[in-house]
C-alpha cells in the first residue's frame, strides 16, 4: 500500500463506518494508473487530487459508492479511460456518479454568465437525480480552492467568484455547514483579502484571551448542569472569517459589535433536554433580549434545528448559545449527507424529499424560459439574495446590495469619487446614473476635475444604500446652504397646501418659527435648510404640524375644509387614532396593549402617539394629576389587525425542575413565538419566570395564560406591569 492511499485508508479507518475496502483501493489503483505522469499545478502528482477529494468525502461520512466516484471524478474527462470502462469495472450505480461529475465540467461559452447559467442548470439536474454527484462536485470544488494559491491571479478570482456565487449557496441549501464555511472562507481570501487578513489578525490578536474565555464559559456551564443531574457535551467555536466579515462589511458593526463571535454549542439527547438547558442558561447568564430563536418549533429552510440565545457573561461579553440534540447536530453539519438516502424517493414524502424541493422548484419555473441567463438569475436571487460583487477598472471588488446604482458604486469608493461623479461606463459602456449593477461588471466612475458641481438631489431618489445616501446628504449640509434653504422653503409651502395648512398671512412667520423651535432649531433657517438636505422627513413632522394648526385655528378651518368624502382611515400598528391619520404609533411599555383592550393615545413629544391601556396606572395617574390633558385622544383597534404584538407575563412557580422547559414547550406547541426568557430563583422556593412572546390579541392571550396555568407548578401567571 503507498503513502497516499495510506492516508485514506486511515480516514477510512478513523470513521469507524463500514467500507467496502478492496473495492475503494482497485478505484484507487485504476485512478492512479490513468493520471499517471500528470501533475497538479502545486507540484504535486495529479493522483493527489481525488485522493484528497475522496478523504474530505469520507469526512462528510459519505457511503462507499461516492468514495469510489470522487477518485474516479476526472479520469473520464482527462485520461484515456472511457465511461465503458467504469461501467464494466464499477457497476451502473459508480458509473452514473461519474457520469455525473464529468458532465458538471465546465464547458467553453461565449459568455460568463451563460457559462455559469450552463453549468448551474446541470447541477440542479443532477441533484435532482442523485445528490451525490453534487456532493462529489462540491468536495472536488473544495480541494481545488484549497490548492488555488498555486494558480494565476484572474483563475482565483473567477474560481472564488463561482465559489461564492454558486458552489457556497449551494452547501448551504443542503445544509453542508463544514463544507459552506470553508468555500467561503476560502473565496473570501482571495476577493477581498485586506479584508480578509484583518479579520485574522483580528482573531489572532485575541486568541489565547479568546480560548481561556471559553473555556471558562464551558466549565461553568459543565459544572452547573451537573448539578442538575444533566449529561451534554460542550464546546466553544468561533464565527467564520466569512460570517465575520458579512457582519462586518454588509451590517456595518465593528469587530467588537459582533455578538456572536464566540459560541457554546450544547449538545444533548432530547428535544425536551433542550428546553430544559436553555432555561438553565438563562438562569446562569443574563440573556440579551430580542436574541432568542427558536429554530427547533421552526427550522430553516435547509431543515437546521436548534435554539440559539445569545447571553452575557460575567464581564459583559456576549456570547451565543446554541442547544440542539445530536441528530440536529449531524444535520446541521453535515446536512444532506447525514442521510443515507441520496435519491429523492419516487413517491416518497420525507424530511430529505422537502430538503430538495425547492431544487424541483427551481427546475421546474425554467421549463418555461429558454433563456439561459433567466436561470442564473433565479439561482442568484433565490439563493444568495443580497449582494452583487462589482469590479473598479484595476480589478478590486466592491461589495454591494443588490439594486444598488453606479451611484452607490461611487461613493463605496470615496466620497470624493461620489461627489464629483458625472457619468459612468459599465464593461466600457457608457450607462445611465440609474444603472443598476450586477456581479461581474467593470464599472469605471468618471468625474470632473475641479470641484464638479457636486451631486443632485435627484440622485437622493436613485440610490440603494444608506451609505450613499448619508453622504450626498452631508455634502448637501456643508456646501449648500442658501440652496437649502430655498429648497427647504419650497417643500413645506408644498406640503402645506397639499394638507390644507394655511395658517393666516399674518401669523405665518409665528406659527413656522414655533415648529422649528419644537423641532430644536436654533431658527426658522435652520429648519429650512434640514428640510433641504433631508435632515428631517416632512412626511414625519407634517401630521403633528397638521395637528397643531388644527388646534390653533379649529374654528377657522371647520369652516373652509370639512372634507365631503372622509379619506380611508389608515391604521398605523392596527390602530386609529381619532383626528390623526397616518401618525406614527407605538405601544407603551409600561402596559403593552393588545387587540382588544380599551386603548387611549398619548401625544408625545416628537415620537408619534403612544398608546397605553385605558386602565394603564400611568394613564391614571396622569389624567387625575391633570397634566397635559389636551394631549389624550381617542384611540382604537382597527378592524384587520394582522401584526403580532409583544406581550410579558410574569410568571410565579415552584423550583421544580423542568418547569421552564415545560413553559417552552407549552408556548411552542401553541406556536407562539418566544423573544425572551428571564428566570430567577426567589429565596421562597419559588422560580419567577419574565417571558416576552408574540401574540396577536388578548384572546389568544388569555388562552396562553390559562394553558400556562395549568402546567404542573405553576402557581400564577399574569401580565407584567413594568416601569
Ligand atoms: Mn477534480
Known sequence: MDELFGKLAEKIKQSNKTYDLERIEKAYDIAKAAHEGQMRSSGDPYISHPIEVAIILVE?????????????????EDTSVTMEDVTKIFGKDIAVLVDGVTKLANIPYSSRA????????????????????????????????????????????????????????????????????????????????????????????????????LENIIMRIDARLEEEHVTAQIDGRVKSIYGI???????????????????????????????????????????????FKDYISTPKQNMYQSLHT???????????????????????????????????????????????????????????????????????????????????????????????????????????????MIGAKVDGRMVSLDFKVKTGMIVEILTSGGQGNGPSRDWLKIVKTSEARNKIRSWFKKERRDENISEGKMMLEKEFRRNLI?????????????????????????FYASIGYGGVSLEKIIPRIKDEFVRQYRKVESKISIPTKKPPRKAQGGVIVEGLDGCLVKFARCCNPLP?????????????????????????????N????????????????????????????????????????????????????????????????????????????????SNLSRISGVISVKRAVLS
Open 60 to 76: 462528510l461520512g459519505m457511503d462507499s459508492d461516492t468514495i469510489i466516484g470522487g477518485l474516479l471524478h476526472d479520469v473520464v
Open 114 to 213: 451563460e457559462q455559469q447559467a450552463e453549468n448551474v442548470r446541470k447541477m440542479l439536474l443532477a441533484m435532482a437525480q442523485d445528490v451525490r454527484v453534487v456532493i462529489i462536485k462540491l468536495a472536488d470544488r473544495l480541494h481545488n480552492m484549497r490548492t488555488l494559491d498555486f494558480r494565476t491571479a484572474e483563475k482565483q478570482r473567477n474560481k472564488s467568484l463561482e465559489t461564492m456565487e454558486i458552489y457556497a449557496p449551494i452547501a448551504h441549501r443542503l445544509g453542508i455547514r463544514s463544507v459552506k464555511e470553508e468555500l467561503e472562507d476560502l473565496s473570501l481570501k482571495h476577493l477581498d483579502p485586506v479584508a480578509y487578513h484583518e479579520i485574522e489578525e483580528q482573531l489572532a490578536l485575541r486568541k489565547e484571551e479568546r480560548e481561556q474565555f
Open 245 to 291: 466579515y458579512r457582519k462586518m462589511y454588509i451590517q456595518g458593526r465593528s469587530f467588537d459589535e459582533i455578538y456572536d463571535i464566540y459560541a457554546v454549542r450544547i449538545i444533548v439527547d432530547t428535544v425536551l433536554e433542550c428546553y430544559n438547558i436553555l432555561g438553565i442558561i438563562h438562569d446562569m447568564l443574563r440573556p440579551i433580549p430580542n436574541r
Open 310 to 420: 445569545t447571553v452575557l457573561d460575567k464581564e459583559g461579553i456576549p456570547f451565543e448559545v446554541q442547544i440542539r440534540t445530536w441528530d440536529m447536530h449531524y444535520t446541521a453539519e453535515y446536512g444532506v449527507a447525514a442521510h443515507w438516502k441520496y435519491k429523492i424517493g419516487l413517491n416518497e414524502k420525507d424530511s430529505l424529499d422537502d430538503r430538495l424541493a425547492w431544487i424541483r422548484q427551481l427546475l421546474e419555473s425554467q421549463k418555461e424560459s429558454d433563456d439561459v441567463e433567466d436561470i442564473v438569475k433565479s439561482i442568484k436571487t433565490d439563493i444568495a439574495p443580497e449582494e452583487v460583487f462589482v469590479f473598479t477598472p484595476r480589478g478590486d471588488v466592491i461589495r454591494l446590495p443588490v439594486g444598488s446604482t453606479v451611484i452607490d458604486f461611487a461613493y463605496a469608493i470615496h466620497s470624493a469619487v461620489g461627489n464629483k
Open 502 to 526: 394655511a395658517p393666516p398671512e399674518e401669523d405665518r412667520e409665528k406659527f413656522i418659527s414655533d415648529i422649528a423651535t419644537r423641532q430644536k432649531y436654533n431658527s426658522a433657517d435652520d
Open 596 to 624: 382588544g383592550d380599551d386603548i387611549v393615545g398619548f401625544i408625545t413629544r416628537g415620537f408619534g402617539v403612544s398608546i397605553h391601556k385605558k386602565d394603564c396606572i400611568n394613564v391614571k395617574n396622569a389624567l387625575q
Open 626 to 705: 391633570g397634566t397635559d390633558s389636551e394631549r389624550w385622544v381617542k384611540a382604537s383597534w382597527a378592524n384587520s389587525v394582522k401584526e403580532t404584538y409583544k406581550s410579558t407575563l410574569d410568571i410565579l412557580g415552584s423550583d421544580r425542575q423542568g418547569l421552564i422547559a415545560d413553559v417552552s414547550v407549552q408556548l411552542s406547541a401553541m406556536h407562539v413565538p418566544i423573544h425572551s426568557v428571564i428566570a430567577r430563583e426567589l429565596k421562597s422556593q419559588q422560580t419567577s419566570i419574565q417571558i416576552t412572546v408574540g401574540i396577536s390579541d388578548i384572546e389568544q392571550l388569555n388562552s396562553i395564560i
